[in-house]
């Protein structure tokens, strides 16, 4: 199933690039906003999900709010997203967040910084940098990190969430 | 007043001092607060980019557990408003989701709790008065500028802002304190959210010209309501020496809350406030 057929939107899609003009990332993206728009539109699935823009954006939900034809950008690209990380195309290193993030989750119930930051350091390589390292320190000195995780959070009906789900 | 409390992740970890400030102004005005038990994560900013089921049914658990408190949810993170909002829409507007949450949580779920995040009640005007007659420090030599980010303010029909590009919740709160709020364009621009575990680039991109922004503007701090942007603001801003103050630290300073030092204390950029 092509994309464009779970978001029939984005034919309404004219081209104003009000979408990209307001994206503050746009200039990291392979793709801008609206060129993934018309990508999908030509049923360029492939070519979109191989793309790294679903990864630079920060789902600051600009370019929803200013699209004057109401074109979903923001679900538009969590199911780019989606579909990619079922397909196990992993682009650049933002795919990894979604994935830790949800697993800590289901591990504690909350989330405890340092864990998923060991989490994510474990999938993507454990290489620090100088600036890394110094900036950690300067936290933990300042007691911003917190040592002791936070007490498990479990109940029947958490559990019964992540049974309908298969992550 | 009496609320129920949902803290969040970020608030017994990163950014405590915006837990503290905030129980310590609650008390202040006379605001009960009764932490939801066993709260949790709502997902943040990562889960909707996995699953579109569990983006909703992270915060909806908390938001039962709220409704069998019979009190309204207070969140003090913006991720966590926005998405236990987003639940709550959700349930009400689709029947078949509510009936599919009623057989997993096997009991009568209203989603009617309402939610709020403290900029709406702390700006109502019973608290702007209660808010003056408690100023025991003057902070009217201060010059600030307000910022929101995105998930106090996008999409508005799901956080009900006042005005999506120019919001004005904690402008009106600093000057019921004697602040002089500068106005300014940049404050609901992003400051790169959760990039700075992963693409801390990215963030030093968006937060270090917000900052500089802020400082064109003629703002000697930011003012935030959201930890993630407290956080960036303050680690990413590239020796440019601005405080990023959370709303709550400076209405519990010009209080004369004595234990204002300490959440200062756990700033990169030290106020100077103090």
């Known amino acids: ?167 | 007043m009496k609320f129920a409390y949902y803290p969040g992740c970020s608030l017994e970890g990163s950014s405590r001092e915006y837990d503290e400030s905030l129980r310590a102004v609650c008390e202040a005005l006379g605001i009960q607060l009764v932490e939801i038990p066993q709260w949790n994560c709502c997902g943040a900013s990562s889960v909707h980019q996995v699953d579109f089921f569990l983006r909703i049914a992270l915060p909806a658990l908390n938001l039962l557990k709220a409704e069998e408190m019979g009190l309204p949810i207070l969140a003090p993170c913006a991720a966590c408003f926005l998405n236990v909002r987003r639940a709550k829409k959700a349930l009400l507007e689709n029947e078949k989701l509510r009936t599919k949450f009623f057989s997993l949580f096997s009991k009568n779920f209203q989603a009617k709790t309402q939610v709020f995040h403290p900029l709406w009640v702390f700006s109502k005007p019973e608290f702007i008065e209660r808010s003056q007659e408690l100023i025991k420090v003057k902070l009217s030599d201060l010059k600030l500028v307000c910022y929101y980010g995105c998930y106090l303010v996008r999409p508005p029909e799901i956080t009900e802002i006042d005005d999506p590009e120019n919001p004005q919740l904690m402008e009106r709160i600093m000057e019921a304190l004697g602040i002089q709020v500068i106005d300014w364009a940049w404050k609901v621009d992003c400051c790169g959210g959760s990039h700075s575990l992963l693409n801390p680039h990215l963030v030093k991109k968006l937060s270090k010209r917000l900052v500089q922004k802020a400082k064109e503007s003629g703002a000697q701090g930011i003012v935030v309501a959201c930890p993630l942007c407290q956080a960036n603001l303050d680690l990413y801003q590239e020796n440019q020496n601005m405080p990023i103050y959370y709303f709550t630290e400076l209405m519990g300073f010009s209080f004369g809350i004595k234990e204002a030092k300490n959440w200062f204390k756990r700033h990169m950029v030290k106020p100077s406030l103090g």
């Open chain 1, 1 to 167: 199933m092509f994309l464009k057929e779970a978001l029939p939107e984005l034919f309404k899609c004219y081209q104003c690039l009000s979408c990209t003009l307001g994206c503050p990332l746009a200039e990291e993206m392979d793709f801008k906003p609206h060129q993934l728009v018309n990508l999908l539109i030509l049923g360029k699935d492939k070519e979109v999900l191989n793309s790294l823009t679903p990864w630079i954006c920060a789902s600051c939900e600009s370019c929803e709010v200013r699209c004057p034809n109401g074109v979903p950008l923001s679900e538009l690209m969590d199911r780019i997203r989606q579909r990619a990380l079922k397909e196990k195309i992993y682009k650049g290193k933002g795919f990894s967040l979604p994935l830790i993030f949800l697993k800590e989750i289901k591990k504690r119930g909350r989330i405890h910084e340092i864990s998923l930051i060991l989490g994510l350091k474990r999938l993507v390589g454990f290489r620090v940098s100088m600036e890394e390292l110094r900036m950690g320190l300067k936290m933990f000195l300042k007691g911003k990190l917190r040592i002791r995780p936070p007490k498990r959070v479990s109940s029947e009906s958490f559990k019964r969430i992540f049974e309908e789900v298969s992550f």
